[in-house]
T-cell receptor, first 115, second 116 residues
């Protein structure tokens, strides 16, 4: 079955550490997105990518980095510069950006906790 | 710019009663509108969408939504609520005129609680 796989499901980070969250899709979707979810704040866009080797900052990109070397993969690195990284992180994808009537397919999320 | 508002943080309803979760939007052109549901510690699941045509859209699990252009609303409804409908519901919008990555803008979510 096609879908988006996020790993790990739970991740613990020590102060000052960088961690990388994995997002892989086999839907042949062009566009991929990373969101952060905090209680009562809905979804906030971190980074998005419309095509391989290209990505743009979202609304809260500070302290995060991404890469898009393959169509299927869009990993998110939470750097030590992100002062409050404890949150639920969601990856999503959608077919080619010109298909504006398509919604997102979401992964099952990664819960990151700073210890 | 596109935006969406969900005015209620939580909606409580008794099982068997009808439910409504409210959503209003703002776009420059015409909207594409979506509803998603999220269960605890899970990703969002697609429920239904409005692109064009009939203002009443039917979706998964017996849910439906009514597009009202004059009121810029897209409220989610179900005739008879189930306890298993208890979850977090998100409305989302995409403007037909917007460039910028085909992004959806999400509301802050409404927690639905269905009680026996």
């Amino acid at each position: 079955d096609g879908g988006i796989t996020q790993s790990p499901k739970y991740l613990f980070r020590k102060e000052g550490q960088n961690v990388t969250l994995s997002c892989e899709q086999n839907l042949n979707h062009d566009a991929m997105y990373w969101y952060r979810q905090d209680p009562g704040q809905g979804l906030r866009l971190i980074y998005y990518s419309q095509i391989v080797n290209d990505f743009q900052k979202g609304d809260i990109a500070e302290g995060y980095s991404v890469s898009r070397e393959k169509k299927e993969s869009f990993p998110l690195t939470v750097t030590s510069a992100q002062k409050n990284p404890t949150a639920f992180y969601l990856c999503a994808s959608t077919p080619a950006p010109r298909h504006r009537g398509d919604g997102y397919t979401f992964g099952s999320g990664t819960r990151l906790t700073v210890v | 710019a596109q935006s969406v508002a969900q005015p209620e943080d939580q909606v409580n309803v008794a099982e068997g009663n009808p439910l409504t979760v409210k959503c209003t939007y703002s776009v420059s052109g015409n909207p594409y509108l979506f509803w998603y549901v999220q269960y605890p510690n899970r990703g969002l699941q697609f429920l239904l969408k409005y692109i064009t045509g009939d203002n009443l859209v039917k979706g998964s699990y017996g849910f439906e939504a009514e597009f009202n252009k004059s009121q810029t609303s897209f409220h989610l409804k179900k005739p008879s609520a189930l306890v298993s409908d208890s979850a977090l519901y998100f409305c989302a919008v995409r403007d037909t005129l917007t460039g910028g990555g085909n992004k959806l803008t999400f509301g802050t979510g409404t927690q639905l609680k269905v009680e026996l």
